[in-house]
């Protein structure tokens, strides 16, 4: 792994010495297991080689600086003064702070002790597209607090500690996927994840597979509310269901025939929530094997078909999501493709074969010009490693 240039020089300029750790952790994609996280479902998510980049150095106070390059913006705050969001001026924090303060306030909420530091940070995930640059800078700073005050976690409490930041006090309401995937990628690899059990395990991507995400560049803030909907609708058709399925805490229990036998129970909207979440926790666990067995064509198929449902019955596709889909399955060497993360906007994930990547990307962008009028951002990624540290200069 090597660190981008800017980084190192700028963390020199600001400090005036070299920093003795750099760590990095991912963004991700999910490939499969739309909306199933929330309902003890499977995901399979994919680390991306776009990486939050945090470069550091122990100071001897409790005070942490962050200088985050591409805001060009700095904060300190201390590391034991952290539940009224102020800097060491009392001033609140900037948004962004928020973030690595979290982290922060989570491990030591947890009995892990912290040092304060100088550091600077950067990153190449895109920020607010739905690929998770919010947990790749949760995850970065709190491996960089590990190796810094040199305690060791084991990878998933640290990255459920980055959710708690996330959720509690950035008081964003998001699963454990994406801390899990900055944490726990392998390079070549899907992650295949029980969001119930939290078991996992590799799943190789084909080598000659190329991730190419596309971007609508549509945010819609009706976001939020439609999701809190479509969480609480998955809720109600577990009550319903409970009373004729008795052993079933979640969607994820509900068998596509049991599913079958008693829909007739949930009103409609509720009814199609329900069959979406049911029949992708179903197709997920067999992509997964079509996957395992090297059948990258049948896995694209499934994703096309998950994409139909996440638009039909879960209805959280957009018209720029779903031209971004069409245009796609038309191009040569485009195995599957569908909208990823929540949906009403933000990117579709394409398996692509990588020696049409390049054309694939340019035709995507070139026709959706044409249909939709706006500008999509591609980019082509690989499945990478998860978050590390690397010990860097002298003392
Ligand atoms: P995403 O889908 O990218 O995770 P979020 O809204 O969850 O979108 O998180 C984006 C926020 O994470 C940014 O608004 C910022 O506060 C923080 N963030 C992400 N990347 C950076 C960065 N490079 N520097 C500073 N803050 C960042
Ligand atoms: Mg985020």
């Known amino acids: 792994m090597i660190p981008p240039d800017h980084l190192l ?30 309902n003890d479902g499977w995901v ?12 550091a150095r122990p100071s001897s106070s409790d005070i942490a600086t962050i200088h985050a390059l591409d805001l060009d913006e700095s904060v300190s ?12 001026k009392n001033r609140p924090l900037p948004k962004w702070a928020h973030y690595p303060a979290g982290v922060a306030w989570s491990l030591q909420r947890n009995n892990l002790t912290l040092t304060g530091f100088d550091a600077a940070l950067t990153s190449t995930v895109p920020v607010g597209s739905g690929l998770s640059s919010s947990a790749a800078v949760e995850v970065a700073f709190a491996v960089t607090w590990e190796a810094i005050t040199g305690w060791q976690a084991d990878r998933m409490s640290l990255a459920q500690l980055c959710q708690s930041a996330e959720n509690q006090y950035v008081g964003v309401n998001s699963g454990l996927m994406d801390q899990f995937a900055s944490m726990h990628g392998v390079v070549g690899n899907a992650l295949f994840f029980d969001c119930r059990t939290l078991e996992w395990e590799p799943v190789p991507l084909p080598e000659n597979v190329a991730l190419v995400i596309a971007d609508t560049t549509v945010r819609r803030t009706l976001g939020d509310s439609a999701y809190n909907e479509r969480r609480a609708a998955c809720e109600e058709a577990v009550r319903i269901l ?37 029949r992708e ?40 999501l779903d031209a971004l889909v069409e245009i796609a399955t038309s191009l040569p060497g485009c195995f599957g493709s569908r909208l990823t993360g929540a949906g009403f906007g933000g990117c579709t994930v394409n398996l692509v074969e990588q020696a049409h990547a390049e054309s694939f990307a340019h035709e995507l962008t070139a026709e959706y010009k044409v249909r939709v009028g706006k500008d999509a951002t591609i980019w082509i990624c690989q499945a990478a490693e998860g978050a590390g540290v690397i010990e860097w200069g002298s003392e």
């Not at 049991?258 to 329900?274: C, G, K, N, S, Y």
């Not at 090297?294 to 959280?316: C, H, K, P, T, W």
């Open 281 to 320: 926790c179903a197709r997920t666990l067999r992509g997964v094997e079509k996957l395992q067995a090297g059948d990258v064509s049948s896995f694209g198929a499934l994703m096309i078909e998950g994409n139909a449902s996440l638009r039909d019955l879960y209805e959280v596709s957009c018209p720029e």
């Open 9 to 38: 020089s700028s963390f020199a300029n600001i400090y005036q010495q070299p920093p003795t750790l750099i760590a990095y952790a991912p963004g991700r994609v999910n490939l499969i297991g739309g909306h199933t996280d929330y």
């Open 242 to 278: 409970s009373d004729h399925l008795p052993n079933i805490t979640a969607l994820r229990d509900v068998e596509v025939q049991d599913f079958e036998t008693h829909q007739h129970l949930l009103p409609p909207v509720i009814r199609r929530r329900a069959e979406h979440v049911v």
């Open 77 to 88: 705050f201390n590391i034991h003064q952290l539940d009224d969001k102020i800097d060491i």
């Open 44 to 55: 399979l998510p994919v680390a991306i080689d776009r990486y939050a980049w945090l470069a």
